[in-house]
């Protein structure tokens, strides 16, 4: 094992890249660590220096610009997030929006012109009316799913075609999850969506919170553990890995291969556990 998987093995991303830059001075013509290179700028959120890496790496190998396209998309889909978290931009939703799920975005809005009190009647008033998903887990019943963050709630984040959206569970029928597999997942976990009117997507959900990869903590940024913060009083927001919770427990994404609501769930559920 080299030094730089040790180091990622050990949850030191900022030591793996220290190492990893000594690996590729030596084999600057080595494609796959261009690959990794990119992977683990990306879980440190040095995007601008992550897209320089991918870019390299397709030109050294066609093998890699499939990787360039969709990895240099979700990089620029990044700094969208954070500008919607910041309060300063609004995510794309399809369609019109439903008036909850439009509270909801004007309260992250409100809290990024520092109007706390009003962001605060905006989410709650969101929660009140947004409307319920019952479905499986796993094949695990549930009532009622959300992000385990409260700025989101029932929504999900999702990266489609390059653009960063805002989906209701809602608006979704099923959702099926690729297992983790390789570095990159840990950012951005691969996704089949499917939606109520029968429409169908691949999308990369963030498996982390907006921000994680400044906290510094190498556990959070590879999404190995997830940490709290108090925005505002009982109002919490996630940093590390992203998770749901449910009437049926607490759910980490990249634990999470398939969730189908409302009667999508009933028939497929039943014919697996039979």
């Known amino acids: 094992m080299t030094l730089s998987a040790e180091l990622l093995q050990a949850a030191d991303p900022t030591g793996a890249l220290r190492a990893l830059s000594d690996e590729v001075r ?11 290179m990119a992977q683990l700028l990306c879980v440190l959120g040095q995007w601008e220096r992550a897209l320089n890496q991918l ?15 969709v990895y240099g998309e979700a990089i620029r889909c990044e700094g969208l997030r954070a500008d919607v978290f910041a309060g300063t931009r609004t995510p794309m939703v399809f369609g ?12 992250l809005l409100r809290q990024g012109r ?12 969101a929660f009140d009316a947004a409307p319920g998903s019952a479905g499986t887990l796993d094949g695990q019943p ?4 959300a992000d385990a963050d409260m700025r989101l709630g029932p929504v999900l984040e999702a990266f489609v075609n390059g653009r960063y959206y805002w989906v209701p569970f809602a608006r979704l029928a099923h959702i099926k999850f690729d297992p983790p597999e390789d570095l990159r997942d840990a950012v951005w976990l691969p996704a089949h969506l499917q939606f109520e009117n029968g429409g169908e997507t691949l999308a990369l959900v963030p498996a982390r919170y907006e ?23 009982e ?3 996630g940093l ?22 409302d009667a999508a769930a009933a028939s497929p559920a039943e014919g697996r556990d039979g």
Not at 142 to 145: A, G, V
Not at 218 to 232: D, I, V
Not at 240 to 251: F, T
């Open 26 to 36: 030596a084999k600057p013509g080595d494609s796959k660590l261009r690959v990794f």
């Open 55 to 69: 870019n390299v790496a397709a030109e050294l190998d066609a093998l890699a610009v499939p990787m360039k396209q």
């Open 96 to 107: 019109q929006p439903d008036e909850w799920l439009a509270l909801l975005i004007e309260s």
């Open 114 to 125: 520092g109007e706390a009190a009003m962001a605060e009647d905006l989410r709650q008033r």
């Open 142 to 145: 549930f009532e009622w799913l």
């Open 211 to 233: 921000g994680t990869e400044k906290s510094g903590d190498g556990a959070l940024q590879l999404a190995r553990k997830t940490e709290w913060r108090e925005l505002r009083p």
């Open 235 to 237: 109002v919490w927001a």
């Open 240 to 261: 590390g890995q992203r998770m749901w919770s449910s009437d049926a427990g607490e759910h980490a994404l990249l634990d999470v291969r398939e969730i189908l609501f």
